[in-house]
């Protein structure tokens, strides 16, 4: 019989006999258990598991990259140069006017000027119609250096509080230091309702005014699935600080268009925001009287303030971006296209040709024929 090996002084000393037992110090027999061991049952047979599904195995040839390059070269080359030419036919106007609507005398105080409760900002421009704008000419505000994307701004609302009147008091610790008036919780809370752009235009041509349609403005699923159609504001703007733009109590926020499009924050500094339409045909080189309310401080942060006019495409507004994308990749494509030509053409290489095989090659690195 073997001897266990003595751990410690506590571990007791057994003797290990041929027939699978041991004895220990005090002469009892103790069973040492069998190893476990696994079942040796095969798993059920599966398909999936054998990796016989069907699988398609395809052979990358030249002629193959070859056809697939130029296939894509034919479609994206077309496609941008429809995205380009749509883009060149889209008219906008563009009216910088936060510098040009403070009076001189306020030149050296324009943070007062804006501040100013009493004092008159309405500000008179006029634009010019450089081509026939077809209806709808969509109006948009743009600011510049305003992070909505910063997120403690933008996390500053309450998500429930906008959609059901039953929880206006929920999350309002989201809300930072715009969350009640009082006992009473302020609705819309936070600091995206609170900064509400409040700048207001009105326009006409030859003295005749143009209507300036804001139905349907905003997402529609934002209407239905955000806010609430019994929701009303409460308490809005009433805080010791004033904001932004005031609502109106007696509509309930799901209406309220120019809200719903404030609160969708925007994911770069610099952005543009629908503000309404004009529902008629401007013609080329008509003057457009544009009267402003230059409400909104955007001098505190350094931001730019502009109004744009613009008509729009089946590729959306105006811009080259997706057109260049377009006309790059399919070029590209094009280019890769006619250099696998001229490889396939010139150095032939057969598929299955084993002279390529490592063990083929002749010490030196020249193939074996």
Known sequence: ???????????????????????????????????????????PYSRFTQQELPACKPIITPKLVIASFTFIAIIFVPIGIAALSASNKVVEIEERYD?????????????????????????????????????????????????????IYKSSRSNLQLKSKADEGSELKNCGSVQTVGDEPIVPCGLVAWSMFNDTYSFSVKDKALIVNKMNIAWESDKKGRFGSDVYPKNFQAGGVIGGAKLNSSIPLSEQDDLIVWMRPAPLRNFRKLYGRIDVDLEANEEIKVEIKNNYNSYGYGGEKLLVLSTTSAF??????????????????FL??????????????????TAYLSWNRSPVGYYIK
């Open 316 to 333: 959306g507004g105006k811009s080259k971006f997706l057109g260049i994308a377009y006309l790059t990749v399919g070029g590209f494509c």
């Open 336 to 353: 890769f296209a006619i250099v696998f030509v001229i490889i396939h053409r010139f150095k032939r290489r057969d598929i299955g040709d």
């Open 99 to 151: 510098r040009e609507c403070i009076p001189p005398i306020y030149s050296d105080h324009i943070l007062q000027y804006i501040q100013s409760v009493g004092t008159d900002k309405t500000c008179t421009r006029r634009l010019t119609v450089p081509k026939h704008m077809k209806s709808p000419v969509f109006i948009y505000y743009q600011l510049t250096d305003f992070y909505q994307n910063y997120r």
């Open 1 to 43: 019989m073997a001897m266990s090996p003595l751990l410690d002084d506590d571990t007791t000393l057994f003797d290990v006999n041929l027939d699978g037992t041991s004895t220990s110090e005090d002469g009892g027999y103790e069973p040492i258990p069998a190893p476990k061991t696994k079942s040796k049952k095969p798993p």
